[in-house]
C-alpha cells in the first residue's frame, strides 16, 4: 500500500474516531442530566394541611421528590404562590379566584378539606350572640376568607360593614390582640380558633353554618404542571395515599400530627373535627370530569366577592381545572 493511500485510511480513521468520540459526548451528556429539583411547596398552619407534612414524616413525600415550607400565615403563602417562589401551595377556593382574577395560570390538584366548623367567629364574654355584634370591633383574617366568612356572618346578623369597625391582621396576631383588649370578635381557624378559646373567647358562628362554601385546595402552577407532569402527579399520589393511612391508622396518625403541631391526639382530632376530609373518588366528583361540582361552589363566592369588591369580574375556574384528572392521580 503506498504511503498516500495509508494517510488516507489514517485520516478517515482519524475521522471515525472524532465522530465517535463526539458521539459518545453527547450521550454521557444526554445520561447525565441534572434530576428535576425538588417541587417546592407552600403551606401555613391549618389542620387540614397536616397531612401533607404526615407524608413527609412516614415517607411517602420525600424530599428528593418535594421540599414543604411551612409559612406563618395564609396571606404570606397567597403571595409567594402568585410571585412564583413555590411550585405547589394550599390555598384556599376565594384565593384561587382572585389569583385567576389576576392572570396567574395553575391547575387544581386536589380539594384538601372543606371547612364545616374549623374556620369560626370567636368573641369576648360581652358578645354572646349575634345580635350583641353591632357597634362591635372584629378582626378578620387578612385574606379573602375573612373577608368573605366576614360577610357571611353580617348576613346572618342582618347587619351591614357600617354597623361594625373591621380591623383586618393576621391570625397569628389575634391572642395577642385579645389579651390587649384591641378587638371584641375574631374571625378565624384552627389552631388560632382553639388558642382563643383557651383565653376565654366564645363561638358565636362557624363554616357549619355555611356547608359547602370553604374548601382548601392544592393548586401548582401551571408551566410546572405541564413541564413537571410526572413530578406533580406523584405529589397528589402521596396526598391521597397519606389520606387513606390516615383512615386506616387513626389514633397513629394524629398522634404524629399533634406532635409536629404541639398538642395531643385528642387535642389534634379536636381541632380537625370541623373538617371534612375527601378522598379520592369525591375529589374526581369535585375537579374532574366535565361537571366538576366545584364549579356551583365557585359560582356562588363569586357572587359574594364581586359584592365585597374582591373581585371585579366573574372568573370562570374551568381553566384550572383538569377533566382528565384521573388518569394523573391514578396509575
Known amino acids: ?45 391549618w389542620p387540614g394541611y397536616e397531612p401533607l407534612y404526615l407524608a413527609n414524616e412516614i415517607g411517602y413525600l420525600t424530599a428528593d421528590k418535594a421540599v414543604i415550607h411551612e409559612l406563618p400565615s395564609s396571606d404570606i403563602t397567597l403571595e409567594s404562590f402568585r410571585n412564583r417562589s413555590v411550585d405547589i401551595a394550599s390555598l384556599t377556593l376565594d384565593e384561587t379566584l382572585e389569583l385567576l382574577q389576576g392572570g396567574v395560570r395553575l391547575r387544581v390538584l386536589a380539594v384538601m378539606d372543606m371547612s364545616h366548623g374549623a374556620d369560626a367567629v370567636m368573641a369576648t364574654p360581652k358578645v354572646k350572640s349575634l ?42 396576631r389575634h391572642e395577642e390582640m385579645y389579651r390587649q383588649g384591641k378587638a371584641d370578635v375574631f374571625i378565624t381557624f384552627e389552631p388560632f380558633k382553639s388558642k382563643l378559646a383557651a383565653l376565654g373567647a366564645r363561638e358565636i358562628f362557624n363554616s357549619s353554618h355555611i356547608p359547602n362554601e370553604i374548601f382548601d385546595l392544592l393548586l401548582v402552577q401551571e408551566d410546572v404542571y405541564r413541564q413537571q407532569y410526572a413530578e406533580v402527579c406523584d405529589v397528589a399520589r402521596q396526598w391521597f395515599r397519606t389520606i387513606e393511612y390516615i383512615e386506616r391508622s387513626p389514633q397513629e396518625a394524629a398522634g ?68 382528565k384528572l384521573e388518569a394523573c392521580i391514578v396509575r
Not at 8 to 15: D, E, Q, T
Request: hydrophobic share 45%; aromatic share 2%; with cysteine.
Open 1 to 45: 500500500m503506498g504511503v498516500s493511500a495509508t494517510v488516507g485510511k489514517n485520516w478517515v480513521r482519524s475521522c471515525v474516531l472524532l465522530l465517535l468520540v463526539g458521539l459518545s459526548g453527547l450521550l454521557l451528556t444526554a445520561c447525565s442530566k441534572e434530576p428535576a429539583q425538588p417541587l417546592r411547596i407552600a403551606s401555613s398552619p
Open 131 to 172: 345580635a350583641d355584634l353591632k357597634g362591635k370591633r372584629i378582626a378578620i383574617t387578612n385574606i379573602p376568607l375573612g373577608v368573605y366568612m366576614l360577610s357571611r356572618l353580617l348576613d346572618a346578623a342582618n347587619l351591614t360593614r357600617a354597623d361594625v369597625t373591621v380591623i383586618p391582621s393576621a391570625e397569628s
Open 256 to 323: 404524629k400530627m399533634g406532635k409536629r403541631l404541639g398538642v395531643s391526639a385528642a387535642e389534634y382530632r379536636h381541632m380537625a373535627a370541623g373538617i371534612k376530609v375527601p378522598g379520592l373518588q369525591e375529589n374526581l366528583r369535585l375537579i374532574g370530569g366535565d361537571e366538576p361540582a366545584i364549579l356551583s361552589a365557585a359560582k356562588r363566592l363569586n357572587e359574594v366577592m364581586l359584592r365585597e369588591g374582591q373581585l371585579n369580574a366573574r372568573v370562570d375556574m374551568r381553566a384550572a381545572l383538569d377533566a
